[in-house]
């Protein structure tokens, strides 16, 4: 194994990372400005108002997008483990 399939393998677990945490992390973040927006325009300063629809948001995008993050993964296991003979 050299130091390219490292950095390889590196690149692939970053990338999978990022594509399985990006639809979460960017509705968390649209639905926080949102309500920040919200806040802000009728002064309305209670704490759960930011916290509960950011997270009912999240899980209901990890519900309908669930079977994609799980192939993603999956996919990126099962390369691993196949290729695993090249690299030893």
């Known amino acids: 194994m050299t130091e390219g399939d490292?950095?390889?393998?590196?690149q692939q677990a970053m990338t999978t990372i990022l594509m399985v945490s990006a639809p979460?992390?960017?509705?968390?973040?649209?639905?926080?400005?949102?309500?920040?927006?919200?806040?802000?325009t009728t002064q309305i300063q209670e704490a759960t108002l930011a916290f509960?629809?950011?997270?009912v948001a999240?899980?209901?995008?990890?519900?309908?997008l669930g079977p994609w993050m799980l192939r993603v993964?999956?996919?990126f296991s099962i390369n691993l483990f196949?290729?695993?003979?090249?690299?030893?």
Do not use: E, R, W
């Open 24 to 40: 979460l992390l960017g509705i968390g973040l649209m639905v926080g400005l949102a309500v920040s927006i919200f806040q802000a």
């Open 82 to 88: 196949t290729s695993i003979n090249n690299y030893l």
């Open 73 to 75: 993964v999956m996919d």
């Open 6 to 10: 490292v950095l390889n393998i590196a």
């Open 58 to 64: 999240v899980l209901i995008t990890f519900l309908i």
């Open 52 to 55: 509960v629809p950011k997270i």
